[in-house]
């Protein structure tokens, strides 16, 4: 409970900071505040402009962004700042500043830790979203704290947020992972993916772009943009125009806009496949991890298995080696090459699986679970829907080891291990569960 207590000490909308007036601010004289409330009116005109000439193609998305940038035109403050500027100092020797988008979810907390560790700056922003238990969010926030890294709570698509961030620290790189994951769920709530993985995406990369320096990105893509592709392993030259659900279409989208940015404004980008990833502090909306709670509580577990009883097996990856992929990606990104809106030369544009290069079927992941938890779990083999799911996935990731030196180096059955201490640790033996 000493997480939670860490957690209350932090402010959920650091925007308030300037919504509740200062004594700076009652001491002005009169004809000053009318002054100032003048050309308050006269800037959030403009803001209001610039969002309505921005995005016209959408009435709904570009209200709920003027709404936002509304809100947060009171972002910032000095005590802010300079929180914002204490957590991307630098405190290595060409070392980076990094942006983390998405740096409350899973990968985003782990490569943050990661960078800080080394010495890097790093700011998260995220919008801690309920898509799942936003508490487990809020203790990797709470455990990014104690390490350094300050997440700011706001959206992607709030273009003047993130002009903000980048006006106080100008960032080299952005570590872009924020993003609306999950397979099935884009069937309940198919806006979710285009307002986090497009509209969101073409956010960030706007502000990349208009900033001076421009910083390199890099960004997550999935191994799910292989859709339909029956050719194995997977590799970055197969083809990716059969996506079998809206995430993945989405994210294959987000590699044709990455190529037009790099095209247009000389963005370096490198996007990487990553294939299921798992671990401590991971997704309770991914198999491993919903399944763990499910054999504790006695619940029976859905296995899928294709047609002709044809076996589900995904090339699980373990989190500390994707975030030697991610490190690697970052350490090797070029300089992006644009300013004011145009490049002086071509920069750098890369795709790389980040996978394990070795699949394991479904039921065999239930049995290591079985072992490690030392319960027998109730199995309920089912076909496979046809709701976005593929029968398998398996990594190509020679690319990633020639050119970033990228070597998994854990087994699925190391893997798990470290999991289930960490959730048992977390939730207590089933007793507390997640949700
Ligand atoms: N975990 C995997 O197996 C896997 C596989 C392939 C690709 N990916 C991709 O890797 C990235 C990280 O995945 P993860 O597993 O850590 O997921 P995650 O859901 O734990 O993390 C994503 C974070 O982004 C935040 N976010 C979402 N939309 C946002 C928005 N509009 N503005 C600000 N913040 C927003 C969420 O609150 C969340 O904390 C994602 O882009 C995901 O699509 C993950
Ligand atoms: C806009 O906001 C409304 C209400 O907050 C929400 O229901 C809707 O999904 C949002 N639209 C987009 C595109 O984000
Ligand atoms: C893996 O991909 C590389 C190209 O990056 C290719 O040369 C090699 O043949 C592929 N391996 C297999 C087993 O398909």
């Excluded at 390490?147 to 106080?168: P, S």
């Excluded at 995406?201 to 999935?222: G, M, T």
């Amino acid at each position: 409970m000493s997480q939670m207590k860490h957690i209350d000490s932090i402010p959920s909308h650091p925007w308030k900071f300037k919504m509740e007036k200062s004594p700076y601010h009652r001491q002005r004289p009169y004809s000053s505040l009318v002054k100032l409330t003048l050309w308050s009116f006269v800037f959030i005109g403009l803001i209001f402009m610039f969002f309505f000439r921005s995005s016209p193609s959408s009435s709904q998305v570009s209200s709920n962004l003027s709404r936002r940038s509304f809100r947060t035109s009171s972002y910032g403050g000095p005590v802010w700042e300079k929180r914002v500027k204490a957590s991307a100092k630098i405190r290595s020797r060409n070392g980076f500043s990094v942006l983390v988008t998405g740096a409350a979810g899973f990968v985003g907390t782990h490569v943050s830790a990661a960078l800080k560790r080394r010495g890097d700056g790093v700011l998260g922003l995220d919008n801690f979203n309920d898509y799942y238990d936003p508490s487990l969010k809020r203790a990797r926030q709470a455990l990014l704290e104690r390490t350094g890294v300050y997440i700011v709570e706001g959206d992607i698509n709030d273009v003047t947020l993130l002009k903000k961030l980048f006006d106080v620290v100008a960032f080299t790189h952005v570590m872009h992972l924020a993003a609306q994951a999950g397979v099935r769920y884009a069937m309940e709530n198919p806006s979710s993916y285009v307002h986090s993985n497009i509209a969101g995406l073409v956010s960030v990369l706007e502000v990349c772009k208009s900033v001076n320096p421009q910083p390199a990105i890099v960004w997550a893509s999935s191994s799910s943009v292989y859709g339909l592709n029956t050719k194995v392993p997977f590799s970055e030259r197969d083809r990716t125009d059969q996506p079998a659900s809206l995430y993945a279409a989405t994210k294959k989208a987000g590699e044709e806009i990455a190529h037009t940015y790099n095209h247009i404004h000389g963005l370096s980008l490198t996007g990487l496949r990553f294939f299921t990833v798992y671990g401590p502090w991971g997704r309770p909306d991914m198999a491993y991890f919903f399944f763990t709670q499910d054999i504790l509580r006695g619940k029976s577990i859905p296995i899928f298995e294709a047609s002709n009883h044809g076996t589900v097996a995904r090339d699980f990856t373990y989190i500390d080696d994707i975030v030697k992929g991610c490190l690697a990606a970052l350490d090797t990104a070029e300089k992006s090459t644009g300013s004011g809106g145009k490049k002086s030369r071509p920069a750098q544009l890369r795709v790389y699986n980040l996978g394990n290069t070795s699949p394991v079927p479904v039921s065999d992941l239930v049995s290591i679970l079985e072992r490690l938890l030392k319960v027998k779990a109730k199995r309920l083999v089912m076909k496979l829907p046809r709701n976005g799911d593929v029968q398998f996935t398996h990594a190509n990731i020679s690319l990633a080891q020639r050119e970033l030196g990228y070597k998994p180096t854990t087994d699925l059955q190391t893997g798990l291990k470290k999991f289930v201490r960490w959730y048992l640790s977390y939730y207590g033996n089933g007793k507390k569960s997640a949700q």
